[in-house]
């Protein structure tokens, strides 16, 4: 075996995480940086401490996540872009979203949700299909289509977010506070969790049992909302008014996004333990992952959910404490997070 | 976690001590703790005690309530349970944390060939060149990729040791040091003294609804004790020195070391009248203090004040005094009974049909209901103020009662709108009653007044008959006739429609008779009323030779309609609120929890520990180059096995890289 001296040096000393990074990084942190300081340069007079601080935070929070994760970056792009267009064109008045094009039927939070549910059970319906015929094209429209449908649904939420302040500036808030709200936040967190994965091991098979799950709460999003008008914007009551909830929710919808993944990849695992029991030859070639890559997926998010859930409780408990007097009080909701937490404990 | 059990030792003690920090101890309290926290979720908790008798009937309700169902977070064994499980883990973090610490900085130089040949992850090579330089260059290499290395050279050997993510360890000392911590903290929050006191008979809870200075010693606890968590309701400007805690079937009093006033309490709404916020002005007057102490909270932002934690949690009416008109429905000619009463107290009232109690119950400023009237503009409509009372009379028998103050505007007419219902459970029934153009019920009085009048209402039946023109009756014919009348119509005004029907019914046997003589009925009462309604109209200076105005013949048909339920609506009177003066109260929670920083440091080690844990790896390599030019590289990851299997094959390149070409520094010599 010949090897250059060079080569030996490059192996000896990997070079450093900043000496890795590509010129598309740095372009994606300075973009990053020049949005954060025209956002304060904007509307930093009407930011609190805690507001300045987490605008901060978020900064490097969200240029390490490019980094990280570099599909990340065109997402965020897709979502700001399409986020500001619609808040653009909505000016001032609310009734725009009812007379302009582009609202009423693309980018009006409510449309924008409609596009993500029809999209997310037609990537549903194409991940399936592309594994029924092993059609890794059908795979690929199936992919194409999770991140489109990841996308509205947060230019969705992300409209709404503005709605609710056209409609009112004592009704504006951000919109992580009733079930229909939340579950468009899971199916998006779901979902991009999954494109994660799916890069990661490259393998597009599993998207149809991923998918399922966040059809099963799409068909609830839309039960809310046509059945029982959860489309609404409310406004909120006094104990939901506080710093706690807006931290609270998100990071609980992370965790369940990982858990509904692990889920279903434990689902896909059974299917494989079940023909490997009965034909071990015909593993070989079958387009499911092996099951040591299914474990290791399995493994991770619900490490990673169980992660959210811990720093999730707490911060709910904290919530509990400033709002109601006590930071634990064997409600319902509280018991089953406890309960939800010790059975994951255990499996970990 | 089975490599780095401690080492055995012997005896009772140890093997106790075993027992308390196994793991399947801990998994069968944790779910014990789990099964019992579902039946706390299932059974609903703090009902008062009636509606368990209701619901599982006397025996069971016994047996639930020894075992503390009721209450399951608070009792006895359900606190034992947590103790128990804090010991265990404590006794494990005891036990595991000193070969833990050790494994941590432990590099295992001293590993057996033979050992690490029995690693899945292990690989043999015989590199053609020098291994001279091998120990050097792999320590660089394994140090560029985060690895901690040791080496250590024996007469046959060089061991290069390394490991990387070693603090993982540390997460689990500090998962378990935060659950016990936490465990800790909740506990010292549950207060076991008090669960103690209140297990062992010393304090009683007190049941019945007494002003708090006829509370009986062994109901009100001590000043210093050192956990609570209560309410208390004080009205605007008045001031409370207790709070009381909710136990089982009653409450405990629990004096505070200083006396809160509320100045001032404010609601605002959205426009659909949902509450926007909560604001409570308090005073806190306290010895120790110069100048009393003023702050104003609201939902979320609490007072802390000398540890005890003040919180926004509801209101009420703080006894708004109520001035209303009482409309006899019996004796409607007199004129209404002026009454004031506070709200959350009782007025006795005299009436025809004995006396009554009206308990005032509660006061709203004002209803705000989605607007359904055609046409509207307004999504929301508010109906203004309203007073809840209850009418309870002699044999303790009671209808309660919920009247708007202001007429309210229905298609166009104003109607004085009061709702009754006889049981909490039941939805309101409303009745209706038209206003005259004075905004007063006094023309429907007068109508109701003259139709009860029996000199009147003979009158009007004659007038009626003699409508009819027809001179062939009989005397005493005629005469039977117009008692008839007189009792059906009279029936109608003082028991309303159904009761009419009712005789209809038991008069008459089949359907179609009974069909044709309730319309008849109905008739002959519309127009025996309508002829008083006349009589009523030209009292008022209302010229009755010309037609009727379309509204005041729409206000005889809403009045027919108001009249026909005046009898099941059940109350000897009308009351109309006409002033009030609102005084509020506000709802505080206060709690005293000298446990929650130590339960937050719990779970700020708690999540530290689960982030540590999970999202480090403890891995270790071994390269082992024997005096004879063999190398052995070997490596075992602790979790996440897949990413270590790339991992190590990487590495295992890099090595084979190294260990195949001659190093940098000899290519500069040569
Ligand atoms: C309240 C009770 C307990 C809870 C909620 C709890 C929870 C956990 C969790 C979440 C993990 C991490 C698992 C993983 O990441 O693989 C863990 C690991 C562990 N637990 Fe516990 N545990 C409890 C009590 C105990 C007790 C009583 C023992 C004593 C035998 C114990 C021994 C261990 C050990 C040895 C580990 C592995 C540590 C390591 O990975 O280095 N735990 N526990």
Known sequence: MSVSPESIQESLERPSFFARLTPYDWVWALLVAAATIATYALYGGLMDGYEVGILLMSAPGLVLFGWGWKSMRSYTLAVAALSLLAIWVYGDSLANGESKFFLKYILASQSAIMWMSAMFVMATAAYYFGLAIRSEFSNRVGSALTWSASTMGLVGLMVRWRESYLMGSDIGH?????????????????????????????????????????????????????????????????????????????????????????????????????????????????????????????????????????????????????????????????TWALIVWLNYAAWL | MSHNKPERRHGRGAVFMEFLGSMNLAITLLVAIAIASIIGTVLQQNEPYNNYVIKFGPFWFEVFKALGLYDIYGAVWFLFLLGFLLVTTSVCVYRYTPSLLRDMNHFRTDAQEKSLRAFKHHSRWEPEGDVGRMPELAQRFLTGRGYRVRVKTTDDHTMVAAMKGSSSRLGYLFAHVGIVVICLGGLIDGNVPLKWADYTGRIVPETRDIPVSQIPEHSILSEDNAAFRGSVQIPEGGRAGVVFLGMRDGYLVQPLPFRIELEDFRIEHYESGMPKSFESDLVIHDEELDQPLRQTIAVNHPLIYKGYAIYQSSFADGGSL?????????????????????????????????????????????????????????????????????????????????????????????????????????????????????????????????????????????????????????????????????????????????????????????????????????????????????????????????????????????????????????????????????????????????????????????????????????????????????????????????????????????????????????????
């Open chain 1, 174 to 334: 951000i919109p992580v506070s009733n079930l229909y709200e939340v579950f468009i936040l899971f199916a998006v967190m779901t979902g991009l969790l999954y494109l994660f994965y799916e890069q990661q091991y490259r393998n597009r098979s599993l998207g149809g049992f991923v998918l399922t799950v966040i059809s099963a709460a799409v068909a609830f999003i839309l039960w809310y909302a046509f059945e029982r008008g959860g489309h609404q914007i409310q406004p909120l009551v006094p104990a939901l008014q506080s710093y706690w909830m807006k931290l609270h929710v998100p990071t609980n919808f992370i965790g369940y996004g990982a858990f509904a993944l692990a889920a279903m990849v434990g689902v896909a695992y059974l299917f494989q333990e079940r023909r490997a029991k009965r034909n071990p030859a015909a593993l070989a070639n079958s387009r499911l992952p092996s099951l040591e890559q299914l474990d290791d997926v399995m493994y991770k998010s619900i490490a990673l959910g169980f992660a959210f859930f811990t720093v999730a409780t707490v911060l709910g408990a904290m919530w509990a404490a400033e709002a109601w007097g006590g930071y634990w009080s064997w409600d319902p909701k509280e």
């Open chain 2, 322 to 670: 109520m001035k209303m008109r009482a409309w006899s429905l019996d004796e409607p000619g007199r004129e209404p009974l002026q009454i004031e009463g506070r709200v959350n107290q009782s007025v006795r009232i005299n009436t025809p049909r004995g006396g009554y109690r009206l308990e005032l119950d509660d006061f709203k400023l004002f209803n705000i209901f989605p607007n359904e009237e055609e046409g509207a503009t307004k999504k929301f409509r508010n109906f203004g103020p309203s007073v809840v009372f209850r009418l309870r009379d002699s044999s303790g028998q009671a209808i309660e009662f919920m009247n708007y103050m202001s007429p309210v505007q229905i298609e166009g007419r104003y109607f004085f709108m009061s709702g009754m219902r006889s049981a909490v459970s039941e939805p309101y029934r409303y009745i209706h009653i038209p206003v005259g153009s004075d905004g007063t019920v006094k023309r429907f009085m007068r109508l109701r007044e003259l139709a009860m009048d029996p000199e009147r209402m003979q009158g009007a039946v004659e007038q009626q008959m003699g409508l009819l023109e027809r001179t062939d009756f009989d005397p005493a014919l005629a005469r039977q006739v117009s008692d008839n009348i007189v009792a059906v119509v009279s029936l109608f005004v003082r028991q309303g429609l159904d009761a009419v029907f009712e005789q209809v019914q038991a008069n008459f046997k089949e359907e179609a008779q009974q069909q044709g003589a309730m319309e008849s009925y109905i008739n002959v009462i519309r127009g025996v009323l309508g002829g008083i309604y006349i009589d009523v109209l030209a009292e008022e200076g209302i010229k009755i030779d010309q037609d009727v105005t379309e509204q005041d013949a729409q206000f005889f048909e809403d009045a027919m309609t108001a009249l026909s339920l005046t009898g099941p609506y059940g109350s000897p009177v009308l009351l109309q609120l006409d002033s009030f003066e609102h005084v509020q109260a506000s709802g505080l929670q206060i709690t005293r929890s000298p446990g929650k920083d130590i339960v937050y440091l719990g779970c700020v080690m708690l999540m530290v520990g689960v982030f540590f844990m999970l999202y480090l790896h403890h891995r270790r390599v071994w390269l082992r180059i024997s005096a004879d030019g063999k190398l052995l590289f070997a490596g075992s990851g602790h979790r996440n096995r897949a990413d270590f299997s790339g991992e190590f094959e990487e590495l295992e390149r890099g090595l084979r890289a190294l260990s195949a070409a001659p190093g940098p520094d000899d290519d500069r010599a040569a």
